[in-house]
């Protein structure tokens, strides 16, 4: 992913804000305070006649060097391409390419209501780690969050 697939990439993770069950997020940023917030080497686009079709990155979750291993997961699918395995591609790159840098521990926060994603997780041998009883107050609701990790057989070992 670079900053020309920026305008594609923005528009998908805003169709994922407007369903509801992707992000307590209710905009996306700018590309500089996004490419600032996750890392350079686990990020991708999934393309198909150079139409993004959907994006993963990773995101540190500390600065402190302890956890310079552990890192939180994003995969977003265009609507119109849900359902066709662009998110499972994603994220097994996500994965391999997580491993390649070191990386032992992936993180994702979904909410419950997201099946498809908690789904596609499990697939790809992420567990259920358990449920953030309301994180947190999204259009005065509050929310649940499932707490799913992958840990890595080839980095950190």
């Not at 350079?40 to 959907?54: I, M, N, Y």
């Not at 849900?82 to 521990?105: F, H, N, P, Q, Y």
């Amino acid at each position: 992913m670079t900053a020309a697939d920026w305008d594609r990439v923005r528009q998908i993770y805003l169709e994922g804000i407007a369903t509801g069950n992707a992000t307590f997020e209710q905009d996306a940023p700018s590309w500089e305070k996004w490419d600032a917030s996750h890392r350079r080497d686990c990020r991708f686009v999934a393309r198909e006649d150079c139409e993004v079709l959907g994006w993963a990155a990773l995101s540190p979750v500390s600065s402190r060097c302890v956890y310079e291993g552990v890192a939180e997961v994003s995969v977003y699918v265009g609507a119109g391409a849900r359902g066709r395995g662009i998110g499972r591609l994603l994220l097994s790159d996500l994965v391999e390419s997580s491993e390649r840098a070191g990386v032992w521990t992936l993180q994702a926060g979904i909410f419950p209501e997201n099946i498809a994603s908690i789904e596609l997780h499990r697939k790809l041998r992420f567990r259920l780690v358990g449920v953030r009883e309301k994180l947190g107050c999204m259009n005065r609701r509050w929310r649940d969050v499932a707490l799913m990790e992958r840990r890595s057989t080839a980095a950190g070992r």
